[in-house]
């Protein structure tokens, strides 16, 4: 069984631009989270989708958004980068309930 | 406000000891703990979990003991091996809502 893909791997951006990463979960699971990970701070928790909607959302700004479609697969969207955006950012599926999480390997976001 | 408090940050641990991380708790409406294992390039996985209705679970070398009065739980790693260097997070929350996690704690066992 496939686990959770995450592309791009790696990005490099500068300040001001957008970027959107995806998520591809677990075949079945209709949850999927994201979490931004920086040194020192752990996972902070940015939004969760649930069947297409929002079910929980955390204390980041409006430059992040995302969405999930019909197949269960998600999008991450930042606008207005900013330097301290850098981080792995990390999504996690579930089948309904958040209680274990399946985490992907993560896409590292640069901004210069 | 932190909901969730871990330490240490970092541990170096003998091959052959015991790993002890800590963690404490705000919300009393959490009721379910985990722990992740993540190692570099490696998102999280989930290690061992626990519920308050219990004080320990124990899964082949890891235990979580659980202290629901001082809302604080640990994960306990018997005889460490260079295997288990990682980081650690513990996290909590309830099902259908947002999980809080720790800030972490990188392991390092020495041969």
């Known amino acids: 069984k496939a686990g959770v893909t995450q592309t791009p791997r790696y990005l490099i951006k500068t300040r001001g631009q957008q970027v959107t990463l995806s998520c591809s979960p677990i075949?079945?699971?209709?949850?999927v989270s994201w979490y931004q990970q920086t040194p020192g701070q752990g996972l902070q928790f940015l939004f969760e989708?649930?069947?297409?909607?929002?079910?929980n959302k955390g204390n980041f700004p409006g430059r992040f958004s995302g969405r999930q479609f019909s197949n269960s697969r998600s999008e991450m969207n930042v606008s207005t980068l900013e330097l301290g955006d850098s981080a792995l950012y990390l999504c996690?599926?579930?089948?309904?309930?958040?209680?274990?999480?399946?985490f992907g390997s993560g896409t590292q976001l640069s901004v210069l | 406000q932190q909901q969730v408090k871990q330490s240490p940050q970092s541990l170096i641990v003998q091959k052959g000891g015991i790993s002890i991380i800590n963690c404490a708790y705000e919300n009393t409406a959490f009721d379910y703990f985990p722990w992740y294992q993540q190692f570099p390039g490696k998102g999280p996985a989930l290690l061992i979990a626990i519920r308050p209705d219990v004080s320990e679970k124990k899964e082949g070398r890891f235990t979580i003991s659980f202290n629901k009065s001082a809302k604080q739980f640990s994960l306990h790693i018997m005889d460490s091996q260079p295997g288990d260097s990682a980081t650690y997070f513990c996290a909590a929350g309830a099902a259908l809502n947002q999980f809080y996690f720790g800030t972490g704690t990188s392991l390092t066992v020495i041969p």
């Open positions: 989708y649930f069947s297409e909607t929002q079910r």
């Open positions: 075949s079945g699971h209709r949850s």
């Open positions: 996690a599926s579930s089948w309904d309930t958040n209680e274990k999480l399946f």
